[in-house]
């Protein structure tokens, strides 16, 4: 039996706070050749709790500036209009990302950091890929498991259930999780992606994470965000209960042109350095 309808999750979507106007200004503004570091610097100072995180943030190694960055101007000026934007989202959606998942077995903040993760390890895989929207892949990798926020209340209360079937019928979580929720964590995460008003390809990567070859409008975002999954999971960062039984698509390696696990040992070399800075997970 379904335990959770239609109602119950629109009512949780509901819950999860609004995107805050500094960064719907932002997002506006980093549209807009017009702008100036200083318009940016304007609007993002109205909340100071994002301004001390986007610093924070790109201040941290992985953006590897030797000197200090001590204002959003001059942030900006030095990271680019596209990745200003992707760090105050980054930043403002920490508080939601950041709570414990008890049905997943998430403690607070591991869902943050196995989020930060991914979206690196995807930022990292689209570069070499050569895409346009960089920056888009990282969003998408950090929101990938926004759903799990709302799912963790219910799956905790159907746990055993959950896992019996994992068990029993050698299923994947996430088959599990929709055959006895009647919905899985990549479905509700696009409503939630919905509600924020974000671009198709953005709530396609997000509902299609675990199963890429049903994305149509951005399949390649979404393959990289199924592999860099993969690859955090591999890595043992942000490892959740549904960690197993994890199977990587086929059709992701073929459409990123992965031939063999070496690329994947590659990738997981090269981000291992990335990865080592507490400030981007804190
Ligand atoms: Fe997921
Ligand atoms: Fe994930």
Redesign the pocket.
Known sequence: MNILSLENIVKRVKEIPALPDVVLKVMQLTEDPDSTPHDIESVVLKDQGITTRVLRLANSAYYGYPRRISTISEATILLGFQTIRSITLSAAVNKVLMREIPGYGMKKGSLWR??QA?AIIARHISRQNRMKDTEEVYVAGLL??IGKVIMGHYIEKAYSEVLDMVIDSNMTFLDAEEKVLGFNHAQVGAKVAEKWNLPESLVEAIAY?HIPQEANIAPKMTCIVHIS?AI??MMGI?LGVDGMAYSISDYAMKTLRFDSNSQIDKIMSSVSDMLTDEAIFS
């Open positions: 196995h989020s991914v990938h498991d994470h999954d955090a999971m942000g």
